[in-house]
C-alpha cells in the first residue's frame, strides 16, 4: 500500500499554517448521549423602522452529537419564544429551515419540532442545522434584550442541552472601512515591521459601549509591542494541530462608546516580519463586547490578562473607565471583519527528488517522490487551503501503477502514465513531503526513466508544468529517475543555488497561483500527518486538458515528459491566496 509523508527540520521556527477556531456558545455537552446545542448567546436584529416592513434573520441552531453508524434517531428541538414578547416575533421556515420532513407541532408560543437524523454508513456521528426566524416588532425598546430559549434531546429520553438567547431589537453596527484588505499590502523583506490602523464606523442605531478590537496574526508575523488594555495569546494546540504552534492573537479593549453614525480611527497595531515569512495576514474583529465573532479568536489560544500598564490602544478619544459592553453587533451582514495580505520580498526555493526501491529483481518497487523546500521562505496558502504545489510523475512505457496510491495522488483514466500527487496548503522552510508510488516495470534491464517535474495545482489540472509563483530557482524543479533492478537516490543536476531575492507576489484567487480548478479529492488536512495531502489514495487527483500543454518561450526551458514536450511556462501572478 502507498502512503504519503512529511517530514521536518530540526529547527522549524514560524510554523506554516494558521487556522481560525470558530466555536460558538455551545450548551454543556454531557446531557442526553452527550448532545450538543450550538448557538449564539446574544443576537441583535435590525430594529424595525417607522414605516415599512422590519427585516427577518435567520437564526442558525446546530445540533450535532454521536450516534449508531447506518442509523436513523427521532430528534425533538422546542422553541419557547415567551420571553420574546415586545421584542421579536420568532416563526419556522418549512423546509431547510426546520428540516425537511420535519412534524412542527406549535403551542401559544412554544414549538416542537420532530426531525428524523440519519447516520452514514461508516459514521457514528451526525450533525443537523436549523434556521428558525427573527423579526424585530415595531416599537420595541432599543438595548432591552427578550429571551428565546431552546432545547433538544432525543424522542422518548430525558431533555438534553438548553440555551438561552438574549435577544435585542436595535444595537450597534461596529464595521470595517470598506477598502480595508481589498489589496495585498507589500511588507518589504523580512525583519521589517507592518503596521495597521483601522477605521471604524457604527452604522448601528445605538451606541456600542465598549469598542473591542481582535487581531490573529498568521504564521510569519508576531506582535511588535504589548498595549495595556489588550490581552495576547498564543495558539498552543496539540499533537493535531502542531503546525499552529507559537502563532499569536490579541483581544484589546477600549473604553470607548462608538455612537451611531460616528467613524473612529483605531491607533495602528505593529507586527514584526519572520525570516520565513512569505504571504502573512492579519484577521482583525472589531465588537461591542459580547459579540460570539471573538469565541474562535479566544479558541485554541493561551492569553495573559492585560497588563493595564504602559501605553493603551485608544480610537483617537478619550476612554471612559466606567463604560460597558453594549448589544452585540446587528447581524447578519456587518462588515466587522477583515483580513489583510502582506507580501514579503521573498521566495522558496523548491526542488524535486526521486527515490527507487526495487522488489522482485526490479520487477516491482516503491518510487519516492519528494519536494524538498529549501527556503528561505516557508509556504502556505492558510486562507484558501488550496495545495501551494503539485508533483507530475510521468511513467515510461511499460511501467505501471500496481497498487493503492497515496492520498494526493491520482491518474486520469485517459492518461493512466501520468500520476500527479498535490501537496497540502502548507510546506515549511527546510522540510520534505514524499509521496511513495507503487510501480510495475515490465523490463527492469531496459533501465526506463521516470521524470518528476513540479507545477502549480492549476499546472497539473491543466496538464502542464508551471513555474511555481514563489520560486526563482527552476532548474532543480525537475529530475528523471531510472527504474531498474538497483536502488536509485536521483536529484536534480542542477545545482540547488539560494535564491538571490525579490518579490514574491501571492497567487491569484485560489492560492494556486492560476484561477480556479476544480477539487477533485479531499481538503488537506492541518495535522502534518501522513495523510494531510489533498486528494484521496487512488482517486482522480487532477482534470485537465489532454495533451502537452502550450509552448512559451520565456527562457526556462521546457521538460520531455513521456514523448511529449510539457514547456515550463514561467509567468507570475499578482493578488490575493484566497
Known amino acids: 500500500m502507498g502512503n504519503s ?21 455551545s450548551a454543556p455537552a454531557h446531557a442526553a448521549d452527550d448532545l450538543r446545542l450550538d448557538v449564539p448567546s446574544a443576537f441583535t436584529l435590525p430594529a424595525a423602522p417607522a414605516t415599512g416592513d422590519a427585516t427577518p434573520v435567520e437564526l442558525t441552531v446546530g445540533s450535532s452529537g454521536p450516534i449508531a453508524a447506518n442509523a436513523s434517531r427521532e430528534l425533538v428541538v422546542t422553541y419557547d419564544a415567551t420571553g420574546l414578547a415586545g ?4 416563526a419556522l421556515n418549512p423546509g431547510w429551515g426546520t428540516g425537511w420532513g420535519t412534524k412542527c407541532n406549535t403551542t401559544g408560543q412554544v414549538s416542537t419540532c420532530t426531525f428524523t437524523v440519519h447516520s452514514w454508513p461508516n459514521s457514528t456521528t451526525f450533525g443537523s442545522q436549523f434556521n428558525p426566524t427573527l423579526t424585530a416588532v415595531k416599537g420595541a425598546p432599543q438595548g432591552q434584550a427578550g429571551h428565546l430559549k431552546i432545547s433538544q434531546g432525543w424522542a422518548g429520553g430525558p431533555t438534553g442541552p438548553a440555551a438561552d438567547i438574549a435577544v435585542y431589537a436595535g444595537g450597534p453596527k461596529l464595521e470595517l472601512d ?4 481589498n489589496q495585498p499590502v507589500d511588507a518589504g523583506k523580512p525583519g521589517a515591521v507592518v503596521k495597521q490602523s483601522l477605521r471604524v464606523t457604527n452604522n448601528g442605531t445605538l451606541e456600542s459601549g465598549q469598542l473591542v478590537v481582535a487581531a490573529q496574526l498568521s504564521p510569519g508575523l508576531t506582535f511588535k509591542q504589548h498595549y495595556a488594555n489588550c490581552s495576547y495569546g498564543t495558539y498552543a494546540g496539540g499533537e493535531k494541530n502542531e503546525v499552529f504552534k507559537d502563532t499569536q492573537a ?12 460616528q467613524t473612529v480611527t483605531v491607533d495602528p497595531i505593529e507586527a514584526v516580519v519572520g525570516a520565513d515569512a512569505l504571504y502573512p495576514d492579519i484577521d482583525f474583529v472589531v465588537s461591542s463586547g459580547v459579540n460570539d465573532d471573538l469565541k474562535y479568536v479566544r479558541g485554541g489560544y493561551t492569553f495573559t490578562p492585560a497588563s493595564d500598564t504602559g501605553p493603551r490602544l485608544t480610537a483617537g478619544l478619550p476612554e471612559n473607565p466606567a463604560a460597558k459592553p453594549g448589544p452585540p453587533n446587528i447581524g447578519p451582514q456587518a462588515r ?15 526542488s524535486a527528488r526521486g527515490a527507487w526501491t526495487p522488489a522482485d529483481g526490479g520487477r516491482k518497487g516503491t518510487l519516492a517522490v519528494t519536494v524538498h523546500n529549501g527556503g528561505p521562505a516557508s509556504v ?14 510521468t511513467l515510461p512505457s511499460g511501467v505501471t501503477v500496481s497498487g493503492k496510491l497515496p492520498d494526493g495522488c491520482g491518474t486520469r483514466e485517459e492518461r493512466p502514465n501520468v500520476v500527479a500527487c498535490s501537496l497540502p496548503m502548507w510546506l515549511l522552510n527546510g522540510a520534505d513531503r514524499t509521496f511513495d508510488l507503487p510501480l510495475a516495470v515490465s523490463d527492469p534491464a531496459a533501465g526506463p526513466k521516470a521524470v518528476i517535474a513540479l507545477t502549480t495545482e492549476q499546472g497539473a489540472y491543466e496538464s502542464k508544468v508551471e513555474a511555481l509563483p514563489y520560486d526563482t530557482e527552476n532548474a532543480n524543479n525537475s529530475v528523471s529517475v531510472t527504474l531498474g533492478s538497483t536502488a536509485v537516490t536521483a536529484t536534480p543536476s542542477a545545482p540547488a543555488t539560494q535564491p538571490a531575492g525579490g518579490q514574491s507576489t501571492a497567487p491569484t484567487g485560489n ?19 501522513s495523510t494531510a495531502g489533498a486528494g484521496s489514495g487512488g482517486g482522480l487527483a487532477f482534470t485537465g486538458s489532454e495533451g502537452t500543454g502550450t509552448m512559451v518561450g520565456l527562457g526556462v526551458g521546457a521538460i520531455v515528459l513521456g514523448g511529449g514536450v510539457i514547456a515550463v511556462v514561467a509567468r507570475r501572478r499578482r493578488g490575493t491566496h484566497g
Open 336 to 350: 466587522n471583519s477583515a483580513i489583510v495580505q502582506y507580501n514579503v520580498t521573498s521566495n522558496a526555493d523548491f
Open 250 to 261: 490579541a483581544i484589546c479593549t477600549v473604553n470607548t462608546s462608538v455612537k451611531p453614525g
Open 87 to 90: 421584542i421579536a416575533s420568532f
Open 5 to 25: 509523508r512529511i517530514t521536518r527540520p530540526a529547527a522549524i521556527g514560524a510554523p506554516l499554517a494558521a487556522a481560525a477556531i470558530l466555536a460558538l456558545t
Open 380 to 393: 502556505a496558502y492558510l486562507r484558501s487551503g488550496n495545495s501551494i504545489a503539485s508533483a507530475l510523475v
Open 511 to 529: 492560492g494556486s497561483g492560476a484561477g480556479t480548478a476544480p477539487s477533485t479529492g479531499a481538503t488537506p488536512t492541518a495535522t502534518g500527518s
Open 178 to 181: 470598506q477598502n480595508l484588505g
